[in-house]
């Protein structure tokens, strides 16, 4: 067996985006008179989509101006994406082994332009092959059409991906296209409610996805999900 394409998310997978996303969404939140987020509430809403994220962040009563927040928001966020987000540790040195490995694609819930920006000012877009955002689909994860976009243009098969992802979405989209999952325990998902979803395995650490890789060209799979 041989691994053709890792399907990595980017939010809490492969950048700590929280402390710039929290920002954008307490100057959005200020700016229409609502009180800040907490960095929990932040946490607990990145990934699902916009329109769920913005009615997440929102307090009860102004979840109907969902959209002028979202507006507010990413007419922010774009101009400040990159600047106190980071890789998370050993992500770099990670990916770079990868790219000598198989095709690496990111598919993210985030519009993709804001993912480019930052993978590109983050110094990450070197290793990236493909990235897949809400654009270029219909439906966004968990449904497993964005990762099969992913490997229409790269042509692989799902038998030769690995999705790595730190949320439901992930593990959920990837199971739904037939491919191995993995999930990340450094992210905004609870490590019990990412082990209750089973992936095929599960990781502390960057470095462990290079391990599987290797492992599964070598014909030795084993789960890392106790």
Partial sequence: MRIGMIIFDL????????????????????????????????????????EAFAKIMLPEEGRERWEEWLFRYRRYYTEHCAERSRPFAGVPEMLEVLKLRCWIAVVTNKPRYMAEKILEELGLARFVDLVVGPEDVSRIKPDP??????????????????????TDNDILAGKSLGALTCGVTWGYFPESELRRLNPDFLVDRPGEVVQIVDLLSRKEVRTCAG
Avoid: C, Q, W, Y
Avoid at 11 to 16: K, N
Avoid at 32 to 48: C, H, L, T
């Fill in 11 to 50: 939010d809490g997978t492969l950048v700590d985006t929280e402390p710039d996303i929290r920002r954008a969404v307490n100057h959005a939140l200020g700016e229409m008179g609502f009180p800040a987020a907490s960095p929990d509430r932040v946490r607990k809403g990145i990934g699902p989509g916009s």
């Fill in 145 to 166: 059409e964005m990762l099969a976009l992913a490997l229409e243009r790269l042509g692989v098969e799902a038998l030769e991906v690995l999705v790595v992802g730190d």
